[in-house]
T-cell receptor, first 116, second 113 residues
């Protein structure tokens, strides 16, 4: 069974600085998707970024980028130029391409604090 | 506006009562999901539905039931058999079950005392 682990329950960053959130996963599959979701205090889950496992190039969305290391089964999220609005809980998630359920498997989450 | 609505935002019930959480989407999505979120844990899948009149159990279906009589609606009933029902419940949808992206509703916080 696939698992996702986020080993940092809490992180903090100074406004305008860069922070990296860690995520590791375990799977025997070769084709899958990885995601980072943001859950602000409103608790609405928002997709931040997506990575397809077959793509070697790391995904980037404005200030958000990932470091995808397939062999190491690592998928970290880098937030550049951190803003106060980035304060939230961040979840790493895995989805099998071959899954007939569409199920997302989530890590435990990392709470990010942004200090002004 | 297109999206997913969940109501109510906060729900309080006495132990032993069944309670139904609403989830409606106007995105014309085929697939819908229910997740449960507990403190310090990620979301866990309760039930999912690929199409109208069909639904399947997820990882933690015990004590829950669902129906999918209409494409836009996927209500979740938390029964008295659910041992620890207090949690935050999130509904999600995707265009079809193999879509890589799921869109989430705002969630319902259920407190059972």
């Amino acid at each position: 069974a696939q698992t996702v682990t986020q080993s940092q329950p809490e992180m903090s960053v100074q406004e305008a600085e860069t922070v990296t959130l860690s995520c590791t996963y375990d799977t025997s599959e070769s084709d899958y998707y990885l995601f980072w979701y943001k859950q602000p205090p409103s608790r609405q889950m928002i997709l931040v970024i997506r990575q397809e496992a077959y793509k070697q190039q790391n995904a980037t969305e404005n200030r958000f980028s990932v470091n995808f290391q397939k062999a190491a089964k690592s998928f970290s999220l880098k937030i550049s130029d951190s803003q106060l609005g980035d304060a939230a809980m961040y979840f790493c998630a895995y989805r099998s391409v071959s899954s007939n359920t569409g199920k997302l498997i989530f890590g435990q989450g990392t709470t990010l604090q942004v200090k002004p | 506006d297109g999206g997913i609505t969940q109501s109510p935002k906060y729900l309080f019930r006495k132990e032993g009562q069944n309670v139904t959480l609403s989830c409606e989407q106007n995105l014309n999505h085929d697939a819908m999901y229910w997740y449960r979120q507990d403190p310090g844990q990620g979301l866990r899948l309760i039930y999912y539905s690929q199409i109208v009149n069909d639904f399947q159990k997820g990882d933690i279906a015990e004590g829950y039931s669902v129906s999918r009589e209409k494409k836009e609606s996927f209500p979740l009933t938390v029964t008295s058999a659910q041992k620890n029902p207090t949690a935050f419940y999130l509904c999600a949808s995707s265009p079809f079950v193999n879509s890589y992206e799921q869109y989430f509703g705002p969630g319902t916080r259920l407190t059972v005392t």
